[in-house]
């Protein structure tokens, strides 16, 4: 039996000099209430156009998260790539960024996925009923140095992982695509 492909987290790439976006604004310029919901594993219902602020100019990226809720943006080349190599996986929402003319949309992964393995991660702690959040329990509270069971990703080429939903994985193939068109910005960690 083959191996199960490899996966890494998607990660920005932190650099001085980089630009650094923030959470995003409606079209009535109200930041939008649950910034979380682009990075749930699940499609979104966009409510009309989304601008992203710059709060940090610098190099326009390839790659990027945007403000606290960290929702991924990528110009409109590094989405082909997406496009090409997991159709199914991902949603798009064009969006604008502040002062910025070209094409950048928001990544959306539509997956999510029970795959963390506890054992093989460095350090994994969950929520019990004794940490007074009850709407928590269960899941993770923090991961770190994550690894994930392969042969239950299934064919998914991009998604979230479950109770850990802030980390976006990519297979192999995307990974590679990415580094080969040097997309700035994209980090990678096996997981």
Not at 131 to 155: F, H, N, W
Request: a negative charge; glycine letters at 8%.
């Amino acid at each position: 039996m083959p191996n199960p492909p490899r996966y890494f987290r998607l990660k920005p790439e932190m650099q001085a000099g980089n630009w650094y976006l923030g959470d995003p604004v409606d079209e009535t310029g109200h930041e939008v209430e649950d910034i979380w919901a682009f990075t749930e594993g699940r499609p979104i219902q966009p409510a009309g156009r989304l601008t992203f602020p710059v709060r940090e100019p610098g190099r326009r990226l390839d790659y990027s998260t945007a403000g606290v809720g960290r929702a991924p943006i990528v110009h409109v080349r590094v989405a082909t790539l997406f496009a090409e190599l997991a159709p199914d996986d991902v949603q798009w929402v064009p969006v604008d960024i502040e002062d910025t003319p070209e094409q950048y949309l928001l990544l959306v992964a539509t997956k999510l996925i029970r795959c963390i393995d506890n054992a093989a991660s460095r350090e994994v702690q969950v929520w019990g009923p004794e940490d007074g959040r009850p709407e928590k329990v269960g899941q993770y509270r923090s991961v770190a140095g994550m690894r994930i069971d392969r042969t239950l990703v299934g064919g998914a080429q991009v998604f979230r992982t479950w109770g850990w939903e802030i980390a976006l994985v990519v297979s192999e193939p995307i990974k590679r695509a990415l580094e080969a068109a040097k997309a700035t910005g994209a980090g990678f960690e096996e997981v």
